[in-house]
């Protein structure tokens, strides 16, 4: 059975998510600013944590299956939408008549300045993780913290902090979870995640389609002449939060299901969906990194 809490937490990472880029498209708020730099510590190492709580479980299937499964529910998805994001940028710069960029087919293959690198780096996590047995992961778990540490602010060192904290999200499924006391377990369960954990279920779904969703929505908003922030902002948070969910209801179709997960011609492409979950800035407004 999957656990609430998990769930809940990853909802809980996603919105805080969705709330960064809400300030960044519709426009700035003190109070948002504040609760955005306190989250920017915890969103993405939380997000990559919980992923990493999963890994033993997923390993124990054998590298195959495992690497398969991984390239199925986290590189496809990253490919469809990186290409979805990558084509509407450049449909935009072409009827505004701006230039389209001079590194387009470096950023066909990957996009730093985007929001879908956090899928990119979950695959990337997965691949590397996959030979290494599980005393070698526990050593690597802080060495990498500490080796990030010592890197710049770069790609580089977001790349290398935020696999120690997979590798630290792996450490505890196998070290801590088994130990925790079943009195634990029972309260924790009892808490009601409640939207939060409908979220997580299906977090990789929110995570595609939020930002482009976001970013036409208040295009829209500032069409019809709205521009304060305090109004454009919900929209901005409410809209891609409602769309996940629309598209989350439309998985049940083939053509919705292959936006998240390869395509499967067989009749268990639909059923294998719901398990899948993520972890998790297109315009030059949104140009900047979770």
């Excluded at 268990?268 to 030059?284: D, F, H, M, Q």
């Amino acid at each position: 059975m999957r656990q609430q809490w998990m769930d809940g937490m990853r909802g809980l990472a996603i919105v805080a998510v969705v709330l960064f880029h809400a300030e960044l498209v519709g426009g700035p708020l003190i109070w948002l600013s504040e609760v955005n730099q306190e989250l920017a510590h915890y969103r993405m190492p939380l997000l990559m944590g919980l992923s990493g709580l999963l890994l033993a479980r997923s390993l124990a299937k054998g590298p195959r299956r495992h690497l398969s499964g991984k390239a199925r529910a986290v590189l496809w998805p990253y490919v469809v939408w990186a290409s979805l994001d990558l084509t509407q940028v450049c449909l935009h710069l072409l009827a505004t008549g701006e230039p389209l960029p001079p590194d387009l087919s470096r950023l066909a293959l990957y996009n730093p300045s985007g929001y879908l690198w956090f899928l990119a780096f979950l695959f990337c996590y997965h691949v590397l993780a996959t030979p290494l047995p599980a005393w070698a992961r526990s050593i690597a778990a802080p060495t990498l913290l500490l080796l990030g540490a010592t890197i710049g602010s770069s790609d580089l060192h977001r790349f290398v902090t935020l696999a120690g904290w997979f590798l630290v999200g792996d450490l505890l499924g196998r070290v801590v979870g088994p130990r925790v006391p079943g009195v634990v377990t029972d309260l924790v369960g009892r808490f009601r995640w409640g939207f939060l954990a409908t979220i997580g279920r299906q977090s990789v779904v929110y995570y595609a389609c939020h930002l482009i969703v976001m970013v036409y929505a208040v295009r829209l908003v500032h069409r019809l002449g709205v521009t304060e922030p305090r109004l454009v902002v919900p929209v901005a948070v409410v809209v891609p939060l409602a769309v996940g969910a629309l598209l989350v209801r439309l998985r049940r179709h083939r053509w919705a299901d292959a936006l998240f997960v390869w395509p499967r011609v067989d009749s268990t492409a639909v059923t294998e969906r719901i398990g899948a979950s993520v972890p998790e800035e297109v315009p030059a407004l949104a140009q900047r990194q979770c």
